[in-house]
């Protein structure tokens, strides 16, 4: 057994270096481990959700404990998995690697920003020990403000102090992206992730704190009982929506784009080529952002607000999603002459872009004002954000842990069962969600434990690709887990990737690079392909 | 004015890369601050369109004089820091100092006007949900729940802002003759600047609602 | 077990909405063949294992990208215009509709016909008749909706939501609240009940027969003292409210506003809030001491009197 040399992994084993690390690389593995946490128990309150809709009456939980599970499910699943995911755990361990730099720009302030998610995460799971919320995770008032028994005023508390820790990384992100890149490294020779981690964090970092403000009006409106949205004193319910959605519409980009981040690494890496149409992919993650500012209204079209209103909301939703349609042809694009193995990440990234397009176009039909009066708070919604955070985000997600495993950990995944898990995961979760789109066309409301009868098959259909969803969330837990210590070492670049964290150690050393590399040749320059197309090696050790 | 090598954390390459890194830093910060208070100037504007008869009556039960007085001592304290910045790149520590230790004056100065101008509102029963005073109108006490939200939150900011001011007279002067970065108190200023310009916006905002009939 | 694959449509907006939903269906068909079509024959073509050509091919990149740019900006022009115009028409009732109010608290919906007839979590229409639906909630945010209609409005405490449709078939259609309101926010359904026309003045005539809207308005008028004040003969100064409602009101700072349904219901309420000009603010705010039901039946007695003439000022 030959001596593994010093990485950043068994330099220091202790408790102590693990909780007072500033390496950002451990610090991606802490957020890793505690969005794991927060997963599991809003993966579990989704099962219990799914076996109660089996029957259309409500007869396996109570009405209240019901509310609670979707409030826990929708809470924990946006703050606490998918807003930190890839930000911070890909984004933590990859953005210092992928621009040459040592660390990022105040690794301090990094590990401040783990411990307000954890304490944040902690005020929240408290609250649901002592009874849960049952106010959906969207707060709406002025039910949430004046009339909800639960502990909305802890869960909101445990959701601002999360905020602060996103804000930090985001901050962070920005400073380091912009003024530590290796030299050489201009804006566009920068990977696509970086752009992409670096749209996300202007979002995160200006819409935060406005979700922050709104919660905590809304808290102090029910500590103190004073009208801040409670009509019957003055207040304007429909206010709280705008100030919410204000942050929670670019929230949803902040959840989407590091996956398309994800997605334009792994398709030059498995076609062997540069990805088509560099710039307009890197503009379109700035559009994006830019205009995911101005849609928030969608989520109000038939809320009172004014119907002229409405047709401006309606209009930028339809722009916004412009830039992800370009991004779609330009992956698709790359694939055209180039050289495509189908290892697990690929397999992920096809999921994801067959998903988001059904995603995303499901989105026109609700940016399409007089569809959305009669889908608007159905199931139809419920699908189109699953598609997209669950069909997009997720899949990216585990594409881009696959693809980066070997890097992270030293270890290569078996690469069978990962590509089995792929398709299991794909039809698990087609079986799951395309049922809801009839369903809320159909017109069956969200947020019901009972509904009409003619709605079970649909439901039974549901509940049934759940469960194959959740195995093939499970199968990658387990052999991931199991390759940590019986998967085959891996060496510095077993995808032959292009891209500097491809250029040091797997795991890399503490202070990454050896010597700051220097940067001459633009992303992903892989050497041009011919016609009889010489394997790359396996992946090896 | 060339600065002399000091202590350059070990992420950064040299000493204008952590310089300008810091320097952005805190400006995207205080961009996250903008929209903090943003959201809560907007909740404002929103409700003074809606009741703007109400905010000018409650408006008028604001004390003018103790805001007033504030306003002085916080901008005055704006020109302090501003002299303290100017001092610490000329190196000249012992000024730096003494200008960082008005600033802190100044501001704990402004903390005890308000303390008094609290306790004068509490007695003038402008607390909305306690005993709030029954001559001002119904969506007066929006007015006063603003009030309180808005200079609560920013006497919050002032606290920390007089935080990070004594961290850095702390810094300097107990440095031992090594030089301290003069990005880190002009840093520290720009947050105090922007503590005074949510003040400048505040005052007219929250006081002077019409007045002038 | 029955599984249906498509709501029924029973209202003039279903058909508009049907007709975009199958364009948006049809469009999303279109681009999912154009997106996964070549992507399928790039994957099987390019695999690694085949012998494809290669070679570095010099394509127009700007060219293309501006193409699949500037194509996909219009059609988004052509969809937005399409459901922008049918959500104009679907939000904007016209003239003469059947009036009903409809009072939404947790967790059943009151509905009042203007002839007095009442109705719990159940609604009769007559068929081919635009109805306005007048919304309000007595607690929370709810949200009334029809499927088989597809209208939907959010019933918003602390104002007047409207809605409007026209039923073109008769028969039986399940109604639900689609905004969560709290614990039995599932349970907060009905059904809505079209009849032929000469049915539904049978079941108006044949049920529970009471004042109708505006009587119940009025007696809540007296009983409130509202005649104290506002009748003609009194000596408070108060202004008239014959012939009010839809006119310009002048408020005492100058402004100007339209007496709609939300000014009467905001003048009951809270009435320092905007004070008529030449008047004192003397009148007494009846925040909290009046249910959404008994405001609705008010505004309709003030309705009644919207063309009558106000009595001469002494």
């Known amino acids: 057994m030959t001596a593994e040399p010093q990485n950043y992994l068994n330099g220091e084993y202790t408790i102590k270096s693990w909780l007072l690390t500033t390496d950002h690389k451990r610090i991606g593995l802490l957020y890793l481990l505690t969005i794991l946490f927060f997963f599991v128990i809003a993966a579990f309150a989704a099962g219990l959700m799914r076996l109660e809709l089996l029957t259309p009456q409500g007869d396996l939980v109570s009405s209240d404990t019901y509310n609670k599970l979707f409030t826990i499910h929708g809470v924990m699943m946006v703050w606490f998995f998918l807003i930190p995911s890839i930000p911070s755990v890909l984004g933590n361990f990859l953005v210092p690697l992928m621009i040459g730099a040592r660390d990022v720009a105040f690794p301090r302030l990094n590990l401040l920003s783990w411990y307000l998610f954890v304490l944040g995460g902690f005020f929240t799971f408290h609250a649901?020990?002592?009874?849960?919320?049952?106010?959906?995770?969207t707060f709406y008032t002025p039910y949430s403000s004046t009339y909800s028994n639960s502990h909305v005023t802890e869960m909101a508390l445990g959701i601002f102090i999360a905020g602060f820790g996103s804000i930090l990384t985001g901050l962070n992100f920005i400073i380091t992206i912009q003024k530590m890149r290796a030299p050489g490294l201009t804006w566009?020779?920068?990977?696509?992730?970086?752009?992409?981690?670096?749209?996300?964090?202007?979002?995160?970092?200006?819409?935060?704190?406005?979700?922050?403000?709104?919660l905590l009006l809304m808290g102090v409106e029910r500590i103190w009982g004073i009208g801040i949205f409670n009509p019957k004193l003055g207040g304007d319910p429909v206010l709280f929506q705008h100030l919410f959605w204000f942050y929670s519409h670019p929230a949803v980009y902040i959840m989407i784009l590091p996956g398309m981040g994800v997605v334009s690494e792994i398709i030059p890496c498995f076609s062997r080529k540069q990805i088509f149409g560099y710039k307009f992919v890197a503009f379109s993650s700035v559009a994006i952002a830019v205009i995911g500012f101005l849609v928030w209204g969608h989520h109000m079209f038939v809320s009172s607000q004014s119907i002229y209103a409405g047709m401006a909301f309606s209009l930028l939703s339809f722009l916004v999603s412009i830039p992800s349609a370009i991004k779609v042809f330009n992956w698709t694009a790359t694939l055209y002459r180039g050289s495509i193995s189908f290892e697990a990440p690929m397999l992920y990234v096809l999921g994801f872009i067959g998903l988001f397009v059904v995603g995303g176009l499901t989105g026109l039909f609700l940016a399409t004002l007089a569809v959305d009066v009669h889908v608007h708070g159905t199931y139809f919604v419920v699908a189109h954000f699953h598609y997209i955070m669950v069909g997009g985000m997720v899949t990216a997600f585990m594409a881009g842990i696959h693809f980066w495993w070997p890097k992270i950990t030293g270890r290569l995944y078996p690469e069978k069962w990962a590509q089995f898990s792929a398709i299991i995961l794909f039809i698990g979760f087609n079986l799951t969600f395309f049922p809801q789109f009839v369903l809320g066309y159909l017109g069956m409301p969200r947020r019901v434990h009972e509904y009409a009868p003619e709605f079970q098959v649909y439901n039974v259909l549901s509940t049934a690709g759940a469960t194959i969803l959740g195995v093939g969330y499970l199968l990658p837990l387990i052999y991931l887990l199991w390759s940590l210590k019986n998967g085959p070492r891996a060496d510095?670049?077993?995808?032959?990737?292009?891209?500097?964290?491809?250029?040091?150690?797997?795991?890399?050393?503490?202070?990454?690079?050896?010597?700051?590399?220097?940067?001459?040749?633009?992303?992903?320059?892989?050497?041009?392909?011919?016609?009889?197309?010489?394997?790359?090696?396996?992946?090896?050790? | 004015m060339a600065e002399r090598t000091t202590t350059i954390a070990k992420q950064f390459?040299?000493?204008?890369?952590?310089?300008?890194?810091?320097?952005?830093?805190?400006?995207?910060?205080?961009?996250?601050?903008?929209?903090?208070?943003?959201?809560?100037?907007?909740?404002?504007s929103v409700y003074r369109h809606f009741y703007f008869n109400a905010f000018a009556a409650a408006s008028k039960h604001t004390d003018v004089v103790y805001g007033t007085v504030n306003s002085v001592i916080l901008i005055t304290s704006s020109l302090t820091m501003a002299l303290g910045v100017r001092a610490a790149k000329l190196i000249q520590y012992r000024n730096t100092i003494r200008f960082l230790l008005l600033t802190v004056c100044l501001g704990l100065a402004f903390l005890a006007v308000k303390g008094f101008e609290y306790h004068k509102d509490i007695t003038d029963r402008l607390v909305p949900g306690l005993d709030f005073n029954p001559d001002l109108p119904l969506h007066g006490q929006i007015f006063f729940w603003l009030y309180w939200t808005m200079t609560g939150l920013h006497a919050l900011h002032v606290i920390i802002g007089l935080g990070v001011i004594s961290t850095m007279i702390g810094l300097l002067s107990r440095r031992n003759g090594r030089p301290v970065h003069a990005h880190s108190?002009?840093?520290?200023?720009?947050?105090?600047?922007?503590?005074?310009?949510?003040?400048?916006?505040?005052?007219p905002l929250l006081y002077l609602v019409g007045r002038h009939s | 077990m029955n599984f249906p694959i498509f709501p029924k449509s029973a209202s003039t907006t279903a058909v508009q909405t049907d007709?975009?939903?199958?364009?948006?269906?049809?469009?999303?068909?279109?681009?999912?063949?154009?997106?996964?079509?070549?992507?399928f024959f790039f994957l099987y073509k390019y695999r690694r294992q085949s012998n494809a050509d290669r070679s570095s091919r010099k394509l127009p990149t700007e060219y293309i990208e501006i193409t699949w740019t500037v194509i996909p900006v219009f059609i988004s022009l052509a969809f937005f215009a399409l459901g922008a115009r049918a959500y104009f028409n679907e939000e904007v009732p016209p003239a003469d509709t059947l009036q009903i109010n409809c009072v939404g608290k947790q967790w059943m919906w009151k509905f009042q016909h203007q002839e007095g007839n009442r109705e719990i979590n159940e609604l009769h229409l007559p068929v081919d008749r635009p109805v306005t639906l007048t919304l309000a909630s007595e607690d929370v945010i709810h949200s009334f909706y029809v499927p088989a209609f597809r209208i939907k409005q959010d019933v918003v405490p602390g104002r007047f939501t409207t809605e409007w449709f026209q039923p073109t078939s008769t028969g039986s259609y399940r109604f639900y609240c689609t905004e969560y309101c709290g614990m039995d926010h599932a349970k907060m359904a009905g059904t809505v009940i079209v009849m032929t026309p000469a049915d539904y003045q049978d079941w108006l005539e044949h049920g529970s027969v009471r004042d109708t809207l505006a009587q119940s308005g009025e007696a809540l008028f007296r009983t409130l003292g509202c005649s104290g004040c506002h009748a003609g003969n009194s000596a408070i100064h108060a202004p008239p409210l014959e012939g009010l409602y839809g006119r310009l009101v002048p408020l005492s700072d100058g402004t100007f506003v339209r007496a709609d349904d939300q000014y009467l219901r905001?003048?009951?309420?809270?009435?320092?809030?905007?004070?008529?000009?030449?008047?004192?603010?003397?009148?007494?705010a009846y925040a909290g001491r009046l249910s959404e039901e008994n405001l609705l039946q008010l505004i309709a007695y003030l309705k009644s009197l919207a063309k009558e003439t106000p009595p001469k000022t002494p």
């Open chain 1, 128 to 137: 649901v020990i002592l009874g849960g919320v049952d106010t959906g995770w």
């Open chain 1, 188 to 214: 566009f020779r920068l990977p696509l992730f970086i752009w992409s981690m670096f749209a996300t964090s202007i979002i995160l970092v200006l819409a935060t704190p406005v979700l922050a403000i709104t």
């Open chain 1, 492 to 541: 510095q670049n077993p995808w032959q990737a292009a891209g500097l964290e491809w250029k040091t150690a797997s795991p890399p050393p503490e202070h990454n690079f050896e010597e700051t590399p220097v940067i001459t040749e633009e992303a992903y320059a892989y050497p041009p392909l011919t016609s009889s197309q010489p394997t790359p090696e396996e992946p090896h050790g």
């Open chain 2, 13 to 44: 390459e040299d000493l204008p890369q952590q310089r300008e890194a810091v320097t952005l830093g805190m400006w995207t910060f205080l961009a996250t601050e903008v929209l903090f208070f943003g959201g809560l100037f907007l909740v404002y």
């Open chain 2, 185 to 203: 108190i002009e840093n520290a200023g720009l947050y105090w600047h922007f503590v005074d310009i949510v003040w400048i916006y505040l005052y």
């Open chain 3, 19 to 39: 007709h975009l939903f199958f364009l948006l269906l049809a469009f999303s068909a279109v681009m999912m063949a154009l997106i996964f079509l070549p992507m």
């Open chain 3, 266 to 284: 905001d003048s009951i309420l809270n009435p320092a809030s905007q004070i008529t000009a030449g008047y004192a603010p003397v009148m007494p």
